[in-house]
Every structure is written in structure tokens, then in C-alpha cells.
């Protein structure tokens, strides 16, 4: 990683942890274990990638980042909740989550249920209400039309649903790209997408450019996962390893082999690289960041 | 039930389904299975008592049915979101809703936990979204952060958590009643609220008496159902009867007695209609309605 995007990293984790834990409701309000619950999952975890891409984003738009803490608590509200559903017993019944108990291990079923429920909610009130966002009343609601398409049936629940009904089956190539752009896709495209939308008058040319580029590194981030699924370690990925290939899940290094699958991850980073031809040097946390995401090792 | 009020029922009833109909995914489109589970679970169900308080509301305010219908339809898919996770076994386990086998039965408990979560993410896209809502940018932005804090952890959510807590221990009056202006409450207050929103320039007052009177029919509504559920039966409630006692949840019927909690309906429906003295004769349905709710059979 560069010494840059690494300072970058740090930055953008302080940051966005300190935004989530103000829009948090507070343990001991009432009802306090959901509460809990809430906070147990959002707060001190994961390697806040979609937050970044916001702010790296903005950064490269030249956009103030206090204007865009509430779009990156938005959309990791809704990373997370998807992560708390997507453990579940009747899911992918996974018991180790960015190095922690999962939600339903930590407190029960029904409280990982509706802590996802609530996350969801609260991630369209801080788009719709937060103050710190400075965009006009439209810009705001294309920003929640963008996020509820994107996390909804045709975007990463969607993605879900075709993940789990293609369990144990061999989806060819196009099949399982597919699935990844609905699944992990989307949201990382919303999360550059809803930057974009807190630039006034953005060139609707540039807007396109972004999206292209965060299609790629969406693309890259899971071809890199699958990777890592198969090389690494449980503790250093912070959640069960092998557990793609144990539930018979079709991946990328399974379709392409080992070294097809990281020569994928390659050219997606080069393609990501040329779409942020446009810019300069203002880009390089964005060109940074997708080469980390197919360097990393969790 | 009076025959205005049948007429009216009948006409939102309609209204919506068709309203519900054009705004749900076609079972054509991929995921066809997730498709199919949301269009089983919101068609064709229910007594639609939410979008007919946000039709009955925007009649009393003049507002045009149609400037509404997105409203009716986002509060409805929150409705049965929640109905679909209610009814999960890691929660309520129930097997019968609306007539029907609950969507986990139908389906699978996968399916279930993705069909309400992506419900919800449609009902604030079609907020956000809907041409046909004749609001300004600002009053939808506050329709979007009235639905999400109504359903959220302080809201709708809350209340469900609450109430799971609750199973077995012995709530007194103050604590049922918190419990259940969380859990059914705060949606039927937004049903009503959104329609207000959707008035240009609406007398705070009035918005005000609105809100009051929803307050007053969401518990009367409550006091009912927990009145049934022990006086009537399974085929004429759609869903399984008795089914609190068997929970030994906290009921009215169990803190009041069967004639306390009756009296009690009845004091919720006179203070619903003392809220609407402001109003003549455009308020007739809202009255109507509240009486319904107290002498309803199902």
C-alpha cells in the first residue's frame, strides 16, 4: 500500500467511525440491547471501503469531506446490515465477523434480525435528514433513489438471493459476474455514485467516468475475495476461511484457476486505472486504492 | 361498518392493490424467486388499514388520491416487511398471515429475511423516487425521514424488540402501552403524517390534531387485536388465534380484563374523534374509520 493511501486509510477510518458513532442511537435508550446490538456491529470493524470511496471520491471532486460523512455512514449502515443478515443461520450461518462474534452469536437471531432492519432505516433517515450533508432537496433524494436501487431486489439483496440459489450449482462466467455486480457491485457503485451527487453541476460525463471505474474495483474487490478465501488464514481475513468452497459456492479461482483469476483481478484494475484518465494528480488516491484492493491480504 | 365507509374501504382497497401492483418487481425479472416472494406477500392481503389512513387523510385535506398512491404503497411495503420478519421462527414463528402460509413457509427462511429487507429499501425508493407524489424535494425528503424514523430502531423496530423482551414478564400499563405505540403505532402515525406532508402549506394545527387522532387509533386498533386474538377464531382472523397467550405475551384483555380493555377501545375511539372537531363533514371517513377499528370482527 502507499505511504499516501495508507494516511488516506487511517484518515477516512477515524473519520467515518467518529460519524457513525454520533448517528448511532446511544446504549441506553431504549430498546438498549437492539441498541447494543446496533452499535456492537457498526462500531470498530471492517476495513470501511466503501466509506473511503466516498471520501477519496470527494476528494477527487474537490468536494469537503464534512459534506459527505453522512453519505458514507449511509452507506455503511447498509454494508453492515447486509453482513448481519448475510450471517445468519438460515444464510450463510457464519459465527466470526470481522474478527468478532456474529450478531446472532453476540446476542440472538431475532435481535440480528431486526438490528439489520433498524441499520436499513437509519441508513435512508441520515441521506434524507442529516444536516452535514450539503446538497440541494433533489440532489438528496437521487441520492436515496441511487441507494434503495442499489441495496434493493435488483441490486444486493438481489445479488444475495442469486447467491444463495446458486449454491452447489455451476454458474459459467457471465453468471457469476452477475451475481457479484448485484451483490457487492452495486453498493460500492453507490458509494462513489452519491459522491458524485454532492457535486453541483457535476459533468455528467466525469459522473459516468466514476462509476465505470468503481464497476471495475467492485468487479476486482471480489475476485480478490474469492483469491483470499482459498490463500489466507481465518485470522487474518477475520472471518471463516474456506467457507466458499465448504458451502460448494462458485467463485472465480474455481471457474478461472488460481492464476486466470488473479490475471482477472489485474486487467480490472488497469481497466479501473484507464477510467480515471480524465484526471490528474487529484485521482491518485483512487489509483491507489484500486491496486490495493487487488494487493491486500484480508 | 358504515356504507360510506364500506364504499371507501372498498375503493382503497382497490386503489392500492393495483397501486402496489404497478410499483412491485414482475416476476419475470431476475431474481424471479425473490420477485415472486415479495408479490406473494404484499398482493392480494390484508385489510390495507394503513394506505386507506393515508387515502382517508388526503380526502379530508382535498388532496387528489393520486398524489398519494406512492405514499400508500411505501407504507404498505414497511407494513409487510415487518410481517414477513415478525413472522420468522426466530421470532413470532407463525405459519398463517393474511390467510396465507407466511412467506418462509411458502418459501424458505432465507428467502423471507431478503424479500423484507428488500420491501423496505423499495418502500424509500418509491419516496424518493415516485412521479406520481405531488410534493416538493423538501416535503418528500421529510416524508422519507418520517417513514424511516417510524420503522426504524426508535419506531416500528423498536417496538418489535421491546416486545420480544417482554415475552413471559409481566409489563404493566405504561410499559404495553410504550410497547405498542413503538411496534404498530409509529407506522399508523405515519400513514397519516405522510398524507399531511403531501398538503402544500398545511396549518401546523391541523397536522397536529391529524397526528393525535393516529395516535389514538394505532392503540384502540391495538386493544382490539389483543381482544380478538382471544375471542375469535383462526379462519375468521387469517392468522393463527391465541397465539399471544400461547407466547404468554403481555395483552390488554390480561392487564384490564376483557371488559377493562373494552372500555378501553372505547375511550380511544372518543378521544380519536374529539381530535377531529376541527373538521365538518370532509373528516366523516376518519370518523368512520375509527369506529370500524373498535367493533371490527377480524
Known amino acids: 500500500m502507499s505511504n499516501a493511501l495508507k494516511q488516506y486509510l487511517n484518515f477516512c477510518q477515524d473519520r467515518v467511525e467518529k460519524a457513525l458513532e454520533t448517528r448511532l442511537p446511544n446504549e441506553k435508550i431504549l430498546p438498549q440491547k437492539l441498541h447494543k446490538a446496533m452499535r456492537y456491529c457498526v462500531l470498530d470493524g471492517g476495513k470501511r471501503m466503501r466509506p473511503m470511496l466516498t471520501y477519496a471520491t470527494a476528494n477527487t471532486l474537490g468536494i ?12 455503511e449502515f447498509i454494508h453492515v446490515y447486509s453482513l448481519i443478515h448475510d450471517d445468519l443461520p438460515a444464510m450463510d450461518d457464519d459465527d466470526l465477523r470481522r474478527g468478532k462474534p456474529t450478531c446472532h452469536v453476540a446476542f440472538d437471531e431475532a435481535t ?106 467492485g468487479l476486482s474487490f471480489q475476485v480478490k475475495d474469492d483469491i483470499l478465501d482459498e490463500e489466507s488464514d481465518t485470522v487474518t481475513l477475520g472471518k471463516t476461511q474456506g467457507k466458499d468452497k465448504e458451502n460448494a459456492k462458485p467463485t472465480y479461482p474455481a471457474l478461472l484457476g488460481m492464476a486466470g ?12 486505472i484507464d477510467n480515471l484518465a480524465v484526471f490528474g494528480s487529484e485521482a491518485d488516491l483512487l489509483r491507489d486504492l484500486s491496486l490495493y484492493i487487488i494487493q491486500r491480504d484480508h
Open 261 to 272: 483469476a488473479k490475471q482477472k483481478a489485474q486487467e480490472l484494475h488497469e481497466k479501473a
Open 64 to 75: 469537503n469531506p464534512d459534506a459527505v460523512d453522512g453519505i458514507a455512514c449511509a452507506v
Open 112 to 217: 440480528a434480525i431486526l438490528t439489520g432492519d433498524a441499520l436499513q432505516a437509519l441508513a435512508f433517515e441520515v441521506l434524507a435528514h442529516d444536516a452535514t450533508i450539503s446538497a440541494s432537496a433533489e440532489s438528496r433524494l437521487l441520492m436515496i433513489t441511487t441507494l434503495a436501487k442499489a441495496s434493493g431486489s435488483q441490486g444486493m439483496v438481489g445479488g444475495q438471493a442469486i447467491d444463495l440459489e446458486s449454491v452447489g450449482t455451476q454458474l459459467n462466467l457471465p453468471e457469476l459476474e452477475n451475481m457479484h455486480i448485484h451483490k457487492t457491485g452495486a453498493l460500492i457503485r453507490a458509494s462513489v455514485t452519491m459522491a458524485t451527487l454532492a457535486k453541483n453541476n457535476i459533468e455528467p460525463a466525469i459522473a459516468t467516468r466514476l462509476d465505470h471505474y468503481a464497476k471495475c474495483i
